[in-house]
């Protein structure tokens, strides 16, 4: 069965930085790309980054301030986060790429990054 | 201001068949494959169509989609009360080298 679980979420100040775990099991991590989505309150979902192993996209909004990395001996994505703004404010979806990019077939229960002073 | 453009209600009663637009560009759904999901309240998304057309394992034939061009739709047949949900377009987008959603329809059943 396979499994996704983000932990690392919280509330964070204006500035400050927050790393997101996602934890896989159930499929071989390493040859999958995974993938960030997130969901402001009441919103829509926006795409943040994708790791495909040797590459990393991000989108526009988090260029040069979000860094995906993945651990593949662990199983583990990451997504550190830096000079986090109150539009950060969202749930955190780790998602299983079904293909390069673009459609994702599992999702994990997601993680919720408050930024507020 | 969503990338994709959907309509962000529909409606319908049980029995019926109804239909959720996507709008795009060439940059998106003109050049690439369109993926469907259904998000029920305070559940994460799953995936309901991926490359235009395809159902994964497990999602009833009751739902369908298909491209044209520049535009998406996703049809839902024999209406259900649990398929009360939003639901989301998505594709790559070439210009933005990366994943753009549609804003979500909120689906209700009458």
Do not use: H
């Amino acid at each position: 069965e396979v499994q996704l679980l983000e932990s690392g979420g919280g509330l964070i100040q204006p500035g400050g930085s927050l790393r997101l775990s996602c934890a896989v099991s159930g499929f071989t991590f390493s040859t999958y790309a995974m993938s960030w989505v997130r969901q402001a309150p009441g919103k829509g979902l926006e795409w943040v980054s994708t790791s495909t192993g040797s590459n990393t996209y991000y989108a526009d909004s988090v260029k040069g301030r979000f860094t995906i990395s993945r651990d593949n001996s662990k199983n583990t994505l990451y997504l550190q986060m830096s000079s986090l703004r109150a539009e950060d404010t969202a749930i955190y979806y780790c998602a299983k790429n079904l293909d390069s990019i673009g459609s994702y077939d599992y999702w994990g229960q997601g993680t919720l990054v408050t930024v507020s002073s | 201001q969503s990338v994709l453009t959907q309509p962000p209600s529909a409606s319908g009663t049980p029995g019926q068949r109804v239909t959720i637009s996507c709008s795009g560009s060439s940059s998106n759904i003109g050049s690439n494959t369109v993926n469907w999901y259904q998000q029920l309240p305070g559940t994460a998304p799953k995936l309901l169509i991926y490359s235009n057309n395809q159902r994964p394992s497990g999602v009833p034939d009751r739902f369908s989609a298909s491209k044209s061009g520049a535009s998406a739709s996703l049809a839902i047949s024999g209406l259900q009360s649990e398929d009360e949900a939003d639901y989301y377009c998505a594709a790559r987008d070439d210009s933005l080298n990366g994943v753009v959603f549609g804003g979500g329809t909120k689906l209700t059943v009458l």
